[in-house]
């Protein structure tokens, strides 16, 4: 197999996806102490990101700032912390601090978190709610600024952990969603929380905009047309594996402000090292639905994917961009002939430099930019075929 690549990446911000909100939960009856005020459910309303610049065949093209869906997010843990809605000082009482996860489940969110009526609220989030790490704290001194530690990370992951640059709320009295605090990077202030006196009303909602803390590398591959005319490939596996696979110590990501926009990463000054990590593109939840073989009678999905002289993405993975790891991808795969007949099973094949083109950090890696990698499947040479059939390479040109 030869693979190319063409260092396709984009750096992206914000963007606009709407999505359901939750709606509030009444949890206690209202009363007239602040201290003991009604709590309900914030709902999540929209996640953002957007796409800034596009570098293709390491030219850069500069674009218009716009946006584009933000997908692969599944859950993300938010933060929220209370200030008095008249003074806006910071809330002595931390009872009405809470953490919570949005979740995403069969096309609609769910939220966990809780607010206390008429408090006032800065929210901070990252996602997943479990980033790939030995252990995950967020801190805030003032309610005003945060602060995310992560130890020991995974240099790569089926995940794209982000963390949130801007956030800003709504009401929906009587049902009507009104913005109450304008979105804007730096800006965390969601506004006043307002509880729902019905249960199925839905009263406080949250916009968030996400920044990206790792790379992406998108993997395509293609047959190489010579080939495809007389033998067929299928892939019955791909795995992406790191033997220095964790980030050892303590990296922080400093939440955006009105100064930082896009935050500030420090990444740990430790080397990466053992233990090994692993993505597996064909059973992580990266690759397209449409992936797979499908059975000509039933339609069920099988566990093959035919390769072909057009390029099929396989899905994706995220890397630590703080340097450039080593990887090696391993494929297993079966070989066939233009009749049908099975040639050779199970064959495996490896490339122990999978990123090798890809820019290392002093060129110009950075969070957010994903790199598009198209794997050649190519013969090492062509005229030995018969029972034996012929070896196959991968190459990073």
Same mark, same amino acid.
């Given at each position: 197999m030869?693979a190319y690549i063409?260092s396709l990446s984009?750096?992206?911000?914000?963007?606009l996806m709407?999505?359901m909100?939750a709606?509030?939960?009444i949890?206690a009856?209202?009363v007239?102490e602040?201290e003991?005020?009604?709590?309900g459910?914030?709902g999540l309303?929209?996640?953002n990101?957007?796409v800034?610049t596009?570098i293709?065949?390491?030219a850069?093209?500069?674009t218009p700032n716009?946006?584009s869906k933000?997908d692969?997010?599944?859950s993300?843990k938010a933060?929220?912390f209370?200030?008095d809605?008249?003074?806006?000082?910071r809330?002595?009482?931390?009872?009405?601090d809470h953490?919570?996860?949005f979740?995403?489940?069969?096309s609609k969110?769910?939220s966990?978190?809780e607010?206390s009526h008429?408090f006032e609220y800065?929210?901070?989030?990252?996602?997943p709610?479990t980033?790939p790490a /030995? #252990?995950?704290? !967020?801190t805030?001194?003032?309610?005003?600024?945060?602060q =995310?530690?992560? *130890?020991d990370?995974?240099?790569?992951?089926?995940c794209d952990p982000?963390?949130?640059v801007?956030?800003a709320g709504?009401?929906a009295p009587?049902g009507i969603?009104?913005r109450?605090t304008s979105?804007t990077?730096?800006?965390h202030?969601?506004g006043v929380?307002?509880?729902?006196?019905?249960?199925?009303?839905?009263r406080?909602r949250?916009?968030?905009?996400?920044?990206?803390?790792?790379?992406?590398?998108?993997?395509?591959?293609v047959v190489?047309?010579?080939y495809d005319?007389?033998r067929t490939i299928k892939?019955?596996?791909?795995?992406?594996?790191?033997?220095s696979?964790?980030l050892?110590?303590t990296s922080?990501y400093?939440y955006?402000?009105?100064?930082?926009?896009?935050g500030t990463?420090a990444w740990?000054?430790?080397?990466?090292?053992?233990?090994? /990590? #692993?993505v597996? !593109?064909l059973?992580?939840p990266t690759?397209?639905?449409d =992936?797979?073989? *499908?059975?000509?009678v039933?339609?069920?999905?099988?566990e093959t994917?035919?390769?072909?002289?057009?390029?099929k993405?396989?899905g994706?993975?995220?890397?630590?961009?703080k340097?450039k790891?080593?990887?090696?991808l391993?494929?297993?795969?079966?070989v066939?002939?233009?009749?049908g007949?099975?040639i050779?099973?199970?064959?495996?094949?490896?490339?122990?430099?999978?990123?090798?083109?890809?820019?290392?950090a002093a060129?110009?890696l950075a969070a957010?930019n994903?790199?598009?990698i198209?794997?050649?499947?190519?013969?090492?040479?062509?005229y030995?075929l018969?029972?034996?059939?012929?070896?196959l390479?991968?190459?990073?040109?």
């Amino acid at each position: 197999m030869t693979a190319y690549i063409q260092s396709l990446s984009r750096l992206y911000r914000i963007g606009l996806m709407t999505l359901m909100a939750a709606p509030f939960l009444i949890l206690a009856s209202c009363v007239d102490e602040k201290e003991q005020a009604p709590r309900g459910i914030i709902g999540l309303a929209g996640l953002n990101e957007g796409v800034q610049t596009v570098i293709e065949t390491r030219a850069d093209i500069t674009t218009p700032n716009g946006y584009s869906k933000l997908d692969s997010v599944m859950s993300i843990k938010a933060y929220i912390f209370a200030f008095d809605k008249d003074t806006h000082t910071r809330e002595s009482n931390t009872e009405n601090d809470h953490n919570g996860v949005f979740s995403y489940k069969n096309s609609k969110w769910s939220s966990t978190l809780e607010g206390s009526h008429n408090f006032e609220y800065t929210l901070f989030a990252y996602s997943p709610d479990t980033i790939p790490a /030995a #252990s995950v704290t !967020l801190t805030s001194s003032d309610g005003l600024s945060a602060q =995310l530690q992560m *130890t020991d990370l995974k240099v790569i992951t089926s995940c794209d952990p982000m963390a949130s640059v801007a956030a800003a709320g709504g009401n929906a009295p009587g049902g009507i969603l009104t913005r109450i605090t304008s979105f804007t990077e730096g800006s965390h202030n969601i506004g006043v929380a307002q509880v729902a006196e019905v249960s199925d009303e839905v009263r406080t909602r949250v916009w968030l905009g996400m920044r990206h803390l790792y790379a992406k590398a998108s993997i395509k591959f293609v047959v190489d047309p010579a080939y495809d005319l007389i033998r067929t490939i299928k892939v019955k596996e791909v795995k992406v594996k790191a033997a220095s696979g964790t980030l050892t110590g303590t990296s922080t990501y400093t939440y955006a402000n009105s100064t930082n926009l896009q935050g500030t990463i420090a990444w740990s000054t430790d080397a990466y090292s053992t233990p090994a /990590a #692993s993505v597996n !593109l064909l059973q992580d939840p990266t690759a397209p639905d449409d =992936l797979f073989d *499908t059975d000509p009678v039933s339609g069920d999905p099988l566990e093959t994917i035919t390769l072909s002289s057009t390029p099929k993405p396989f899905g994706w993975f995220c890397f630590l961009p703080k340097q450039k790891p080593s990887l090696t991808l391993a494929v297993k795969y079966d070989v066939y002939d233009k009749k049908g007949n099975l040639i050779r099973a199970d064959q495996e094949v490896t490339n122990g430099n999978l990123l090798q083109n890809v820019p290392t950090a002093a060129q110009g890696l950075a969070a957010g930019n994903n790199y598009i990698i198209t794997v050649r499947v190519n013969p090492t040479y062509l005229y030995q075929l018969g029972d034996g059939d012929t070896d196959l390479e991968i190459v990073i040109e």
